[in-house]
């Protein structure tokens, strides 16, 4: 679906260089802090700035050279994006009918009502909520092959969330061949909901691991002066020095669980290898 090498893009105080995939039938994670380039990316891989180096390929073109039968088969939701308040999901709905060939109107007033949003209601009196579950179903409306979402979660309560990934999850089970790229701030929605994450910093992918791995073998390690210095440090991705001793980052926990029954071991979760990755104090082993 998405495939970039040393994709570039350089401004004055900023660079980019990113090379990632994102599979057929999977959902992909994107993460990293704001000013990290997670938009910067998204922005390269729909066409909407041009790359200064490197291949950029999406649904098998060069995004430039994408028709617009094929953009077709892309749905977008940004952060930035929005709806005029004076809208309703049918004046919304006989907009999307002259855009696109595959929408179905009475298919996506059906989904509108099934997540609670109404049809004849102008849009300026929705909750923060319901605006971001129409960016979404507007995203997937026209039976997109592929969803770029830019942070869909941003300032919903649990409940809105949930809602919100359920209804991702019953897009991907309609077509198998499927793919959705989405970025959070919020790790636990990429734990429960991605097939893979990367990970973004300062413009460069520091991390690419598949969820599993990442719940099932990363851990944190916290060790005094003298237990880190016994340390085997083959499995060790980064450490911090602390008040106590240090904290080291693994991606193989059960090692030092069998090998280490002395040192405090926690398993690990996204938000963990986050902090551990870009903390500038770490450092790589």
């Excluded at 198998?176 to 636990?188: D, G, K, P, Q, Y």
């Excluded at 429960?192 to 690419?208: E, T």
């Amino acid at each position: 679906m998405i495939e970039l090498n040393h994709v570039c893009k350089r401004y004055e105080h900023f660079s980019l260089d990113v090379s990632m995939r994102v599979k057929p039938g999977c959902i992909t994670g994107f993460v990293g802090k704001n000013g990290a380039g997670k938009s910067t990316t998204f922005k390269l891989i729909l066409g909407l700035t041009a790359a200064e180096g490197g291949q950029a390929c999406v649904l098998g073109r060069s995004p430039a050279e994408l028709t617009p039968r094929e953009r077709q088969q892309i749905g977008v939701a940004m952060a930035e994006s929005g709806f005029s308040t004076y809208l309703s999901i049918r004046d919304i709905a006989a907009i999307l009918k002259q855009m696109y060939a595959a929408f179905s109107e009475g298919e996506f007033l059906e989904q509108c009502r099934r997540f609670e949003l109404p049809t004849d209601q102008r849009i300026g009196k929705f909750s923060t909520g319901m605006k971001a579950k129409l960016k979404v179903l507007t995203a997937a409306s026209h039976q997109a092959k592929l969803l770029v979402l830019d942070e869909p979660t941003s300032g919903l309560d649990v409940m809105a969330r949930n809602e919100l990934l359920d209804m991702l999850r019953d897009y991907m089970e309609q077509d198998a061949e499927r793919s959705i790229l989405i970025s959070s701030h919020i790790s636990s929605d990429l734990e429960r909901l991605c097939d893979d994450i990367y990970l973004i910093h300062q413009g460069r992918i520091l991390l690419h691991e598949d969820t599993d791995v990442l719940l099932g073998s990363y851990g944190i390690l916290k060790a005094d002066a003298a237990q880190y210095a016994r340390l085997d440090p083959r499995y060790l991705i980064r450490s911090r020095r602390e008040g106590f001793g240090y904290t080291c980052l693994t991606d193989q926990q059960q090692y030092y669980r069998d090998n280490y029954p002395d040192v405090v071991l926690e398993k690990g979760n996204l938000d963990d290898v986050i902090l551990m990755m870009v903390d500038e104090a770490a450092a790589g082993m």
